[in-house]
């Protein structure tokens, strides 16, 4: 946060411990986006209702490039604020909800979308189950079991077949973890 934290209490006594549990709140806010640039937050009892018991306020103000989050918890709104824990459990659980909405609005990464690697089939064995070794774009060659071929194609890959394969870490070294025929032959 570039600014510190304002907070303000009104016809409420200060104390350490709301002190130190409004600061938590505040940093746990910041897991959530680095982009929170002030923090400003009001604490309140509005009026000493005799009947109904104390009633509090909590106000969280907010401000991030190109918008300000408020959050407004009123007593008149919510039954539940007889509790000045509870009210301001609330209160941070609907800042951190706006919040979450707001980076997911202008969330400025590109989301890529990663294509399987292709391979073409260079060796086919019957033996024990099936297996084969494809051949990557960078040359390299990866062991595959039947098992690994999706939709029960292996019985339809052929020397030269396109194939699309995720690579994982196997017992003696990299192989390809699954494999899905693209084109039953190819001139690699």
């Known amino acids: 946060m570039k600014i510190p934290p304002q907070i303000a209490f009104r016809k409420i006594k200060r104390s350490e411990a709301l002190m130190s549990n409004l600061h938590e709140r505040i940093a746990w806010l910041e897991h959530f986006s680095d982009q929170i640039m002030s923090c400003h937050i009001i604490v309140e009892k509005p009026h000493n209702h005799h009947r109904q018991g104390n009633l509090f306020h909590v106000r969280i103000n907010l401000r991030l490039p190109g918008a300000e989050l408020i959050v407004n918890r009123e007593p008149s709104a919510h039954k539940a604020h007889k509790d000045l824990k509870v009210t301001i459990h609330d209160a941070f659980d609907e800042t951190r909800r706006k919040l979450e909405d707001y980076v997911r609005k202008h969330r400025q990464d590109i989301k890529h979308v990663s294509t399987s690697p292709h391979a073409y089939v260079v060796h086919l064995v019957e033996e024990d189950g099936g297996y084969g070794f494809i051949r990557t774009t960078d040359n390299r060659e990866l062991y ?12 339809q890959l052929k020397l030269g077949s396109v194939v699309k394969y995720a690579e994982e870490m196997g017992e003696k070294g990299p192989q390809a973890s699954t494999v899905i025929l693209i084109k039953k032959e190819s001139q690699m």
Do not use: P
């Not at 595959?144 to 019985?155: P, Q």
């Open 144 to 155: 595959f079991h039947s098992n690994a071929v999706l939709k029960g194609h292996y019985d």
